[in-house]
C-alpha cells in the first residue's frame, strides 16, 4: 500500500471521502427534482470564478463559490421567469459561465497549465485551506441533511403539497442551491470543475435502478460514490491517469451495468 506513503494521497482520499457523501446527498434532490442539468450550469460558473482567481492571484476556491452562488441564485430568478420553460435558466447561466471562463483564462499567466488543474482535478494540489474546507462543507451538509430530512423530502417529490403543509419550499430550494454551489467548487480540485456534475448525478441514477425508498436512495448512491472515488484513485495512481476522468468513467461503467442488470431483473 505504496499510495499511503504520500502525504498528498492521505489528503485525496480524505477528501474524495468527504465528497462522494456530500454529492450524492445534494444529487438525490436534484436527480428527483429534475433538475441535473443544474450541476453543469454551476461547474460552468465555477470555472469563471477559478479563472478570475488565478488571474488575480487570489485562491481559486474562493472565486469559485462566489460565482457558483451567484449561478444558482441566476438560475432560480431565471426558472420563476421562465415559469413552464425553466430549463432554459440553467442554459442560459450556463452559458454565460463558459463565456466568462474564456475572456478571464486570456488573463491568466501560465493560464492553460492552472486551469488545467480544475478543468480535470488534480489530487497533487490541494492546499491546508481547501482541506478545511472540504471538511466544514461536508459536516455542513451532514448536517442539513439530517435536520431537514422530512422537508428535502416533501419538497423534492411534490412542492405544492409541501407548501400547503407549510414546509417553507422557498427556502429549502434555496438551501439546496447553496449547497450545490458550495460542493461543485470544493470539489473541482480533486474531481474537476468538468466532471463534478457526474458525480452529484451518477451514483444517484445507479441507486435509483434499485432502492425502493428515498432513504436508501440516498445511502445507496453515498456506497456508490465512495466506490468509485476510492477505486478511481487507486486506479489513476498506478495507471498513471488523471484521477477525475478515472472516477467518471468507473461510475458510467458501473451505470450502464447496473441498468442492465436491473433490466434483466424485469424479464
Known amino acids: 500500500m505504496e499510495i499511503f506513503q504520500y502525504e498528498f494521497m492521505r489528503r485525496a482520499f480524505l477528501a474524495a471521502v468527504i465528497i462522494a457523501v456530500i454529492a450524492p446527498c445534494i444529487g438525490t434532490s436534484i436527480v428527483l427534482k429534475r433538475l441535473s442539468a443544474i450541476g453543469d450550469a454551476t461547474s460552468h460558473s465555477a470555472l469563471a470564478g477559478i479563472a478570475l482567481g488565478l488571474a488575480l492571484g487570489v485562491n481559486p476556491i ?11 441564485l441566476g438560475i432560480e430568478l431565471l426558472r420563476k421567469i421562465f415559469g413552464r420553460y425553466s430549463e432554459i435558466a440553467t442554459v442560459v447561466v450556463m452559458s454565460a459561465g463558459i463565456g466568462l471562463t474564456a475572456v478571464l483564462s486570456g488573463f491568466i499567466k501560465n493560464g492553460s497549465a492552472n486551469l488545467s488543474s480544475f478543468l480535470f482535478g488534480s489530487i497533487v494540489a490541494i492546499t491546508d485551506f481547501e482541506m478545511c474546507l472540504t471538511i ?41 442551491m447553496l ?7 470544493v470539489a473541482s480540485r480533486i474531481v474537476g470543475a468538468l466532471m463534478i456534475s457526474s458525480l452529484l448525478v451518477i451514483p444517484v441514477a445507479a441507486a435509483m435502478l434499485v432502492a425502493k425508498s428515498y432513504k436508501q436512495t440516498i445511502c445507496l448512491a453515498v456506497g456508490f460514490a465512495e466506490l468509485f472515488t476510492l477505486s478511481g484513485l487507486f486506479i489513476s495512481y498506478y495507471a498513471d491517469l488523471r484521477p477525475g476522468g478515472t472516477i467518471v468513467l468507473i461510475g458510467v461503467i458501473f451505470l450502464l451495468v447496473t441498468a442492465a442488470a436491473a433490466k434483466g431483473g424485469r424479464r
Open 179 to 185: 449547497l450545490t454551489a458550495v460542493t461543485v467548487s
Open 136 to 176: 466544514g462543507l461536508g459536516i455542513a451538509v451532514i448536517i442539513v441533511s439530517v435536520l431537514l430530512y422530512k422537508e428535502l423530502f416533501f419538497v423534492t417529490f411534490d412542492e405544492e403539497a409541501a407548501r400547503l403543509a407549510g414546509v417553507p419550499v422557498g427556502g429549502i430550494n434555496l438551501v439546496i
Open 62 to 72: 474562493l472565486g469559485a463559490v462566489f460565482f457558483s452562488v451567484i449561478a444558482v
